[in-house]
């Protein structure tokens, strides 16, 4: 049976020392761009999902889930405080998984999966979610999940049909940038598959690092 991170426990998810060793926008800001659509699934009490909704500007939107109506209640508080409530919507995930938002260019899931008994099921319906040339920054907590099970995680992405874009250097955390292709007659020539929509900057440059579909990349630094 997994465990599921209650509301109780929202503020060691969210607090100054957080924000110190996962500073959002350092994390997701070259992953990031105006006018994106974005889902932060399994949110808790909104660590990235403000700055989310700050990245992705007046013209995008951010989609935040999570199973909890407690952490949803907090993330909610903090949006209005911060004149960011026109760019977050809720969503209680009915079920096990993610209930709404398709054609997303980015989607989060921070140290959220081990709490799903399904994990395929979960990735092959955030795979669906996205639009072809879209990411997902999958991550999970070193203290609950170790390398092995990382790594099958990771294998399972691969089944749901992502591509392993590149391996992240996140604190306290094993981090995988995921991508899902664009179609082979759309996808750029010579530039790789990243495509138009694909989140641009330094670390869509880095892609090349691991083509292979689970090689051992060597991780880059995002502390
Ligand atoms: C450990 S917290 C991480 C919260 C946040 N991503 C962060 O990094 O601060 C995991 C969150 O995932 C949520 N969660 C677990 N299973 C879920 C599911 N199937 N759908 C949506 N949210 C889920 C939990 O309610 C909890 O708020």
């Known amino acids: 049976m997994s465990h599921v991170c209650g509301s109780r426990f929202a503020f060691s998810l969210d607090n100054a020392l957080r924000r110190l060793v996962h500073p959002p926008q350092k994390i997701l800001g070259e992953l990031v761009q105006s006018g994106m659509s974005a889902m932060d699934v399994g949110c808790g009490p909104g660590h990235f999902t403000l700055d989310l909704a700050r990245l992705v500007g007046e013209r995008g939107k951010v989609l935040a889930v999570?199973?909890?109506?407690?952490?949803?209640?907090k993330?909610?508080?903090?949006?209005?405080a911060q004149g960011l409530e026109s760019r977050i919507a809720l969503h209680r995930a009915a079920g096990r998984v993610a209930g709404v938002g398709v054609g997303l260019d980015f989607i989060l899931c921070f140290w959220m999966l081990h709490?799903?008994?399904?994990?395929?099921?979960?990735?092959?319906?955030?795979?669906?979610?996205?639009k072809p040339g879209g990411a997902l920054l999958l991550a999970e907590p070193i203290l609950h999940v170790g390398r092995k099970r990382f790594e099958a995680e990771t294998g399972l992405a691969l089944m749901a049909g992502f591509r392993v874009a590149e391996r992240l250097d996140l604190r306290w955390s094993r981090a995988v940038l995921l991508h899902k292709d664009l179609p082979a007659?759309?996808?750029?020539?010579?530039?790789?598959?990243?495509?138009k929509s694909a989140p641009k900057?330094?670390?869509a440059k880095r892609v090349s690092r691991s083509k292979g579909k689970s090689g051992p990349a060597r991780p880059s630094s995002r502390r």
Do not use: F, I, N, W
């Open 66 to 73: 999570d199973l909890q109506e407690g952490m949803l209640a």
């Open 75 to 80: 993330v909610q508080a903090k949006a209005r």
């Open 115 to 130: 709490e799903v008994p399904d994990a395929h099921a979960m990735l092959v319906d955030l795979h669906g979610r996205l």
């Open 185 to 195: 007659e759309k996808a750029p020539q010579k530039r790789g598959a990243t495509g």
């Open 201 to 203: 900057g330094k670390s």
